[in-house]
């Protein structure tokens, strides 16, 4: 009997060039690892039908009349059931008339959960501007966010407050009033956003006062309560009116993570994109140090305003970039310090990509460092999670070649079209 056909080397690397009979414990971790790698592909497709970057955007502010106002850019696909159903509404003569669109109104104005000194506020909504210039394609894309802006308000809060002025004694100050009551900005806002609608997350809030220069800005998911937002300040307790730098870095790490999963799939498959080119883990730690150090230094640059590159350029180079990794995986098996120049300068673009989030959405004041570190070292948590599974996954495989053979080419065939596909739609839209 013949023995059995070695494998082929995996890219030279002796430590990995063995070969085994395959035991039932190897072909059930195999089996395992296959089952993992079709997760991926499937969330990956699944990401093709959700849209990136369609977080909610919500202004919330205090007019000079002490009447509320707020600004929700949203994405409707998720509450229409379909991209077909949202392209409906938007191109209603009159979409407000439609009993599906009144019962999603109703639903969001019940989801705004915003309460001024601890008492919840009544919102309308006054006006609604729907996305109907955008063409069918953009609304079933993956690729394209159709947002429609909501506008809402609130009806001024009359507080009660102690006269200081004597009944007996009229002041001109006071003939306008009752002299028991005034309308005042409240003194505390609170926001949360409910279940009741769905909400893409992560939800943007700003909330401000014209009666001040003070604001809020803060990233929520669903269900999570907003930080107090003081718009004249708190007399008598100073210390107050700084939310502690934990809850900011707390915050920030947690939408640092958010964005990488589930939100960032193009970042995901740059990083898919190395751990398939790898052949040893000391490749992988160097390529994914670069990547990092690169990202980092623009993320600053840009978040901080020293450097501005448009986003209609940065969003397709760094679709460009996972197609460039998965290609150079095909063609020939990387060069550890040749792919690590070429990751440093890729990690420079997908900074700027990760900076022109962070400007959308804002800074709290006076934690610009603080979340601008929390929001990275939650990228690097999502990042690092992404490579121990890949790494776990990899070392499962008892067959290095039958790695590259099923996996590593196949993959790298998967992630190249999906970087060009992405390239085209976002040069082209």
């Not at 159903?85 to 209603?92: G, I, Q, T």
């Not at 009666?211 to 269900?223: I, K």
């Not at 934990?246 to 999963?261: A, F, M, Q, S």
Request: proline share 8%; glycine share 6%; net charge positive.
């Amino acid at each position: 009997m013949l023995p059995p056909e070695k494998p082929t080397p995996l890219f030279g690397n002796p430590a990995l060039n063995y070969y085994k009979p395959k035991s039932r414990n190897a072909l059930s971790r195999q089996n395992w690892a296959r089952a993992l790698l079709w997760l991926v592909g499937l969330l990956c497709a699944a990401s093709s039908n959700a849209h990136l970057l369609n977080m909610t955007k919500a202004e919330v502010e205090i007019l000079p009349d002490n009447s509320l106002r707020a600004s929700l850019l949203v994405d409707l696909s998720r509450e229409a059931g379909s991209g077909e159903e949202y392209f409906r509404w938007s191109n209603l003569a009159n979409p407000t008339r439609d009993p599906t669109v009144q019962a999603t109104l109703a639903r969001l104005t019940q989801g705004l959960n915003i309460t001024a000194d601890s008492q919840p506020l009544h919102w309308q909504v006054t006006h609604i501007t729907w996305p109907k210039d955008r063409p069918l394609s953009d609304f079933t894309s993956g690729l394209s966010w159709p947002m429609t802006e909501i506008q809402l308000a609130a009806p001024a809060a009359v507080l009660s407050i102690p006269s200081t002025i004597p009944l007996n004694r009229p002041s001109k100050t006071s003939s306008s009033l009752s002299p028991k009551t005034q309308a005042e900005p409240p003194r505390v806002l609170q926001a949360r956003f409910s279940d009741g609608f769905r909400f893409e997350e992560p939800i943007a809030l700003r909330m401000s006062c014209a009666c001040s220069n003070l604001s809020l800005n803060r990233w929520l998911v669903r269900n999570q309560q907003s930080p107090q937002y003081y718009p004249t300040g708190i007399a008598n307790n100073e210390t107050a009116t700084q939310q502690p730098a934990l809850n900011v870095w707390r915050d920030y790490i947690w939408l640092g993570i958010t964005h990488i999963i589930p939100k960032g799939w193009d970042h995901v498959l740059f990083v898919l994109g190395l751990l398939l080119g790898m052949h040893t883990a000391r490749q992988l730690i160097i390529w994914i140090s670069g990547f990092t150090l690169a990202h980092t230094l623009t993320l600053g640059l840009a978040a901080k305003g020293a450097i501005a590159v448009p986003s209609q350029w940065v969003e397709p180079a760094i679709a460009l970039t996972i197609a460039w990794v998965a290609v150079e995986n095909l063609m020939h098996p990387p060069k550890t310090y040749l792919r690590l120049a070429v990751v440093f300068a890729f990690g420079l673009i997908h900074g700027l990509g990760f900076a022109g989030v962070l400007k959308e959405m804002g800074f709290p004041p006076g934690d610009f460092t603080t979340a601008l570190i929390g929001f990275n070292v939650g990228v690097e948590v999502a990042q690092l999670a992404i490579v121990l599974l890949g790494w776990i996954i990899y070392r499962t495989w008892a067959n290095p070649s039958a790695w590259r053979r099923r996996v590593a080419l196949p993959g790298s065939v998967l992630i190249a079209a999906t970087g060009l596909y992405w390239a085209v739609v976002r040069l082209v839209g």
